[in-house]
C-alpha cells in the first residue's frame, strides 16, 4: 500500500502527517528540532514504510531537517507556498491554519497531485558552498547599500560637501575621508598641499586632482547645523564608516573567494565562456542553475525559472500576456545583469536590445527579452557541457557576416 508524507517546517518543531492511499492518517508526528527528535523521527517512518517507498511533500526545500530526510532515502516533493494556499479552501472552509492540518495537507495534496510534482534532486556540495558563498555576499552588498544611503542620508544633514567629494560615498579614500575629516570644521583647514598628501596616503586612483576635489568640497551647500548638533551627527558618521569599511573588506574577501570556486568549477567555465559574463555574474548564474540537468529538461523551464518569459492569461476572447511574478529572482537578477553586460561585447546581443527598444519596450522589457534569447545558448551549452563558441552560435555568425 503507498504511503505519502508531509511535513510542515517549525521553529522548535516540525509536524509529519503520512495518509495511506485513501487519504487516511497512519500517523502524526511531531518531530523536535534536535538530535534526538531527528533520530526519533526517522525511526518512526521506518515503521511505516521503507524510506525509499516513503515520499514526503515540503513547502521550504532547504535546512537540516531536509538533508537528514534525503541522506536517509526518502523522496522529497517540494511544492510552492502558492499551491498550498490555493488547495486550503479544499480542505477548510473557513481557512483556518495550523501546523499538523498543514502537514496532513501536504500529504494529501501529494497523493493526489503527486504525479504533477518533480522530486528534489540535491546538487553537489561545490554547487551548494558556492551558493552559499554568493547568496551571502549578496545579503553582505545589500546591507552596504543600506548603509551607504544612510551614510549619504545624514551627511546631507550636516555637511553634503562629504556626501559628494567622492563618486562612491562608500569607497574606501570617502570612508577614510569621512573617518578623517568628520564635521566641517575638521576640514575647515584642509588645503591642497595637505588634501594631497591625504590621497597619496590612500592610494588615491581618481582622474580628480587635489585641487578640482578641494572645489567639490567647497561648492556643496554649507550645512546648517550648530556645532554640537554637527559634533554629535559627526561621531556617527564615524561610526558608519568604520562599519562600512569593515563590511567592503569582507565584501571583497567574499568575492576572491567566489572568483575562485567558480574557476575551478567545470560548469563555472561553462558559463564564464559567455560575453561579459565574468566571474561574479557567472557565480551568481551558477549557483542558482546548479549542476543537476535533469532540473530543466528544456530550456523553456529554465525560462520560466529565471523569470525572463512572460505568463499568458487566456480565457474566452480574452487574452493577456503579464510580467512573471512567481520565480527564481536571484537567478533572474543574474540572468538579466549578465544579459545587459553582454550587449556591450556582443553584437548579436546588441541587435536584439536595440530591436526591442525600437519596439516601445523600456530598458528592463529590453533586457528580460535579451535574457530570453541568452537562456537558449546557455541551456544548450550548459546541457552539452561545452563552452561558448561565437562561431557555433548561428545566429549571432549571420550577423557578423
Given at each position: 500500500?503507498?504511503?505519502h508524507?508531509g511535513?510542515?517546517w517549525?521553529?522548535?518543531a ?5 495518509v495511506d492511499?485513501a487519504?487516511?492518517v497512519?500517523?502524526?508526528i511531531?518531530?523536535?528540532h534536535d538530535?534526538?527528535?531527528?533520530a526519533?523521527?526517522l525511526a518512526?517512518l521506518?515503521?511505516v514504510a521503507p524510506a525509499?517507498e516513503?515520499?514526503i511533500a515540503?513547502e521550504?526545500?532547504?535546512g537540516l531537517?531536509?538533508?537528514?530526510l534525503?541522506a536517509?532515502?526518502h523522496p522529497?516533493i517540494?511544492?510552492h ?11 477548510r472552509?473557513a481557512g ?7 502537514a496532513?495537507m501536504?500529504?494529501d495534496?501529494l ?6 510534482f518533480?522530486?528534489l ?6 554547487i551548494k558552498?558556492?551558493r552559499?558563498?554568493v547568496?551571502g555576499?549578496?545579503?553582505?552588498v545589500a ?6 544611503n544612510?551614510m ?5 544633514s550636516f555637511?553634503p560637501?562629504a556626501?559628494?567629494i567622492?563618486a562612491d ?13 568628520p564635521?566641517?570644521d575638521?576640514?575647515?583647514r584642509?588645503?591642497?598641499?595637505r ?5 597619496a596616503?590612500?592610494?588615491?586612483c581618481g ?7 578641494l572645489?567639490r ?6 550645512g546648517l547645523?550648530g556645532e554640537?548638533?554637527?559634533d554629535a551627527?559627526?561621531e556617527?558618521?564615524?561610526a558608519l564608516?568604520?562599519?562600512?569599511e ?6 571583497a574577501k567574499l568575492?576572491?573567494?567566489?572568483e575562485h570556486a ?5 560548469d563555472?567555465k ?6 561579459r559574463?565574468?566571474?561574479?555574474c557567472a557565480?551568481q548564474i551558477?549557483a542558482e542553475?546548479g549542476d543537476i540537468?535533469?532540473r530543466?529538461?528544456?530550456e523553456d523551464?529554465l ?20 510580467y512573471r ?6 537567478l533572474r537578477l543574474?540572468?538579466t545583469?549578465?544579459a545587459d ?10 541587435t536584439?536590445?536595440?530591436?526591442a ?16 534569447a541568452?537562456?537558449?545558448?546557455l541551456w544548450?551549452?550548459?546541457q552539452s557541457?561545452?563552452p561558448y563558441?561565437?562561431e557555433?552560435h548561428?545566429a549571432?555568425?549571420k550577423?557578423?557576416?
Open positions: 500500500m503507498p504511503f508524507g511535513l510542515d517549525g521553529g522548535s516540525h509536524a509529519v502527517c503520512i492511499a487519504g487516511q497512519v500517523t502524526r511531531e518531530a523536535r538530535a534526538a527528535g531527528l526519533d523521527l518512526r521506518r515503521k525509499a516513503l515520499p515540503i521550504r526545500p532547504s531537517i531536509i538533508d537528514t534525503v536517509a532515502g522529497i517540494p511544492i507556498p502558492n499551491v498550498v494556499r490555493a488547495c486550503r479552501p479544499r480542505y472552509a483556518g491554519k495550523s501546523d499538523p492540518g498543514d496532513y501536504l500529504a495534496i497523493r493526489t497531485d503527486g504525479h504533477r518533480r522530486p534532486m540535491p546538487m553537489s556540495d561545490e558552498a558556492l552559499a558563498l547568496r555576499r549578496d545579503d553582505l546591507q552596504r547599500t543600506a548603509l551607504a544612510q549619504r542620508s545624514l551627511l546631507e555637511w560637501g556626501a559628494v567622492f560615498v562608500a569607497s574606501p579614500i570617502a570612508l577614510a575621508f569621512i573617518a578623517r575629516y564635521t566641517p575638521s576640514a575647515s584642509l588645503g591642497e598641499k588634501m594631497a598628501g591625504f590621497m596616503q590612500h592610494a588615491y582622474r580628480r586632482s587635489a585641487a578640482e576635489l572645489a568640497l567647497r561648492d556643496a551647500p554649507a547645523a554640537a548638533e554637527a551627527k559627526g556617527i558618521a564615524r564608516a568604520a562599519v562600512l569593515r563590511l567592503v573588506h569582507e565584501i568575492s576572491s573567494r567566489i567558480v574557476a575551478e568549477l567545470p563555472g561553462i558559463v564564464m565562456s559567455f560575453p559574463a565574468g566571474r561574479i557565480a551558477l542553475l540537468r535533469e530543466f529538461p528544456t523551464q525560462a520560466a525559472e529565471a523569470g525572463v518569459c512572460p505568463v499568458t492569461h487566456a480565457s474566452g476572447k480574452s487574452r493577456g500576456v503579464v511574478w512567481a520565480c527564481n529572482k536571484n543574474a540572468v545583469c549578465f553586460n553582454s550587449r556591450h561585447a556582443s553584437q548579436w546581443a546588441a536584439i536590445y536595440n530591436r527598444r525600437q519596439r516601445g519596450c523600456k530598458h528592463p522589457h529590453a533586457v528580460r527579452i535579451l535574457a530570453r541568452w537562456i537558449r545558448v544548450r551549452a550548459w557541457r561545452n563558441d561565437p557555433k548561428l549571432a555568425t550577423m557578423a557576416a
